[in-house]
Nanobody
Framework: QVQLVESGGGLVQAGGSLRLSCTASGRTSGSYTMAWFRQAPGKAREFVAYISWSGRSTYYADSVKGRFTISRDNAKNTVTLQMNSLKPEDTANYYC????????????????WGQGTQVTVSS
């Protein structure tokens, strides 16, 4: 089992930045793809970005491309989402996810999920 804990959410004005972190614990010795998803009230969970185990492969949703950057530090079992030029439509609960068997943007490919951290962007 892998436990994921997100941190770094908060309230920020449009145009501002936030840095989300996700720390993994438990059975972390495997090669996990890590991803971020988000869910706004009344909306479906939405893919944001993923990063492969090696860090060489990253992929972003079109809505965040050029504004968000995903990175990881395997020695510290952490993955980070740097979010710049935030917009009110980025407001959501952001979830970290991990998978050993899948690399991609589909939420059902991920086996482990954090509890989420709230990001609110005011206009």
């Amino acid at each position: 089992q892998v436990q994921l804990v997100e941190s770094g959410g908060g309230l920020v004005q449009a145009g501002g930045s936030l840095r989300l972190s996700c720390t993994a614990s438990g059975r972390t010795s495997g090669s996990y793809t890590m991803a971020w998803f988000r869910q706004a009230p009344g909306k479906a969970r939405e893919f944001v970005a993923y990063i492969s185990w090696s860090g060489r492969s990253t992929y972003y949703a079109d809505s965040v491309k050029g504004r968000f950057t995903i990175s990881r530090d395997n020695a510290k079992n952490t993955v980070t989402l740097q979010m710049n030029s935030l917009k009110p439509e980025d407001t959501a609960n952001y979830y970290c996810a991990a998978s050993q068997r899948y690399t991609g943007p589909l939420h059902y490919g991920y086996d482990y999920w954090g509890q989420g951290t709230q990001v609110t962007v005011s206009s």
